[in-house]
């Protein structure tokens, strides 16, 4: 039988907090990707492996939190943990690749658009991943068309976000644009949501996997302790929180002017007329 699906079980709260998650995972990420692009090639795949897990962590527990808030009546839902923290890999390796090309290619053209194509098929296979660890007392059914849109809605969102954090703005423009990531990746997850439909079973049950009790600790304790850390290094760096909107990416910089040459003119001596035999004058005291 067709079961009843209640995505908002805690009424507001999980939807708010997932998407200050979003926001949260968005706003350090963007910063940590401007920074990339202010700093040397060495310095550059550390920041921008930071971004790649601050946006990877803030989306997979965004997802999460607002799963919390899931029900479907007559059919207890437990997870399974391999596929669920698998989820987050792919949530991070994914966004980190799209990330990457931004930092080192740009945020302009084909490698915004590759970037930020890849970037949002890993939103959208983080989330479907996650629901595929869903195990309940029933059959997930989804309305392609739906999904479709979900994942466009996903690409769309990861290609302005990179685009935001190729513009090297300042601090103000990082947070408006996580308002806006926040906001995407969340339409994302409920269009996803609602394209779900799920068939309950009469009889049996699901195999045995953790409940959603047993993966409360790691799903927020670990990410969110993680996002703290991450807010700690962008707020001990004053380039990070201050910003200018006149940045320029570092090897976009003119080099270092060359030092003009100083051409020393030589002082010129008078020569001392010469006596009669030809012989210069020596210059004693009595003829100075």
Request: hydrophobic residues 50%; charged residues 10%; positive net charge.
């Amino acid at each position: 039988m067709q079961g009843t699906v209640d995505g908002f079980s805690y009424g507001l709260v999980t939807p708010l907090v997932a998407y200050l998650m979003a926001c949260l995972g968005g706003a350090l990420g963007l910063r940590c990707t401007t920074r990339a692009l202010l700093v040397t090639h060495s310095w550059r795949p550390a920041w921008l492996a930071l971004a790649s897990a601050a946006i990877g962590s803030g989306i997979w527990t965004m997802h999460f939190v607002a799963m919390m808030g899931f029900t479907v009546e007559g059919a207890p839902i437990h997870y399974d943990k391999p596929l669920t923290y698998a989820s987050l890999g792919v949530a991070i390796v994914m966004v980190g690749v799209g990330i990457f090309i931004v930092g080192y290619k740009g945020a302009s053209g084909t490698a915004l658009f590759t970037g930020g194509t890849i970037t949002g098929l890993g939103i959208a296979s983080m989330h479907y991943l996650g629901m595929a660890g869903m195990r309940l007392n029933g059959t997930l059914q989804y309305n392609t068309l739906t999904v479709a849109a979900s994942v466009v809605i996903a690409m769309v969102a990861a290609t302005a976000a990179l685009w935001a954090a190729g513009q090297v703005r300042g601090f103000l423009w990082s947070v408006g644009a996580s308002l806006v990531m926040g906001l995407a990746v969340s339409g994302m997850h409920y269009t996803g949501m609602a394209a779900l439909s799920v068939h309950v079973h009469a009889t049996g049950g699901p195999g045995a996997a953790d409940s959603p009790a047993g993966l409360l600790a790691p799903m927020l304790v670990g990410p969110l302790a993680f996002l703290c850390l991450a807010g700690v290094v962008v707020l001990r760096d004053p380039l990070m929180v201050v910003g200018k909107p006149n940045w320029t990416p570092v090897e976009h910089k003119p080099g270092v002017p060359a030092h003009t040459p100083f051409h020393h003119t030589a002082r010129r001596v008078p020569l001392r007329p010469r006596n009669k035999v030809g012989h210069r004058e020596s210059r004693t005291p009595q003829n100075r």
